[in-house]
């Protein structure tokens, strides 16, 4: 399936009921950017799946903080132009933590290391980053040499 046609048919759903398995936890190893194809296809639509629920209540369905709808708790945009803004220049590993070590906010830590991956490469697809052939690594350290950036 090319990206074009994966990414129409993850757009049109609210919510994944199949997970897929793992990939290999290669990743990038050079400094990088999250416009390298630093995530594959298949771990943001594992990240789709993990971000519904413990996410998608305060960050809202689109990952744009559904600010407008009064039933959501508030919280800022996890993706797109204002989420790429507040995080340009800083490392992917630094996200990565602080999803880890502080979301959800009611439970922080309740994620495991794999679905923080996940979750941050769906992060970025949503914010118009293409996949690529490898996995994003649940590790900082490895994540370290890839900067966000708009």
């Known amino acids: 399936m090319s990206a074009s046609a994966w990414w129409h048919a993850a757009a049109s759903c609210v919510a994944i009921g199949v997970a897929i398995g793992a990939g ?7 400094s990088a950017t999250i416009r390298d194809g630093v995530f594959t296809a298949e771990q943001a639509l594992r990240g789709q799946a993990a971000y519904t629920g413990p996410c998608d209540r305060c960050h809202g369905y689109k990952l744009d903080g559904a600010a407008e709808d009064p039933v959501m708790l508030p919280a800022p945009p996890v993706a797109g132009a204002e989420f790429l803004r507040k995080w340009n220049g800083r490392s992917l590993a630094t996200l990565f933590e602080y999803v880890r070590t502080t979301m959800p906010s ?3 830590g309740y994620l495991s290391e794999g679905e923080v991956a996940d979750i941050v490469a769906y992060m970025l697809f949503v914010s118009g980053m293409s996949a690529g052939a490898e996995t994003l690594p649940a590790d900082a350290g490895r994540l370290a040499n890839v900067v966000i950036v708009r």
């Open 24 to 30: 290999a936890q290669s990743g990038p190893s050079r």
């Open 106 to 108: 009611n439970n922080p």
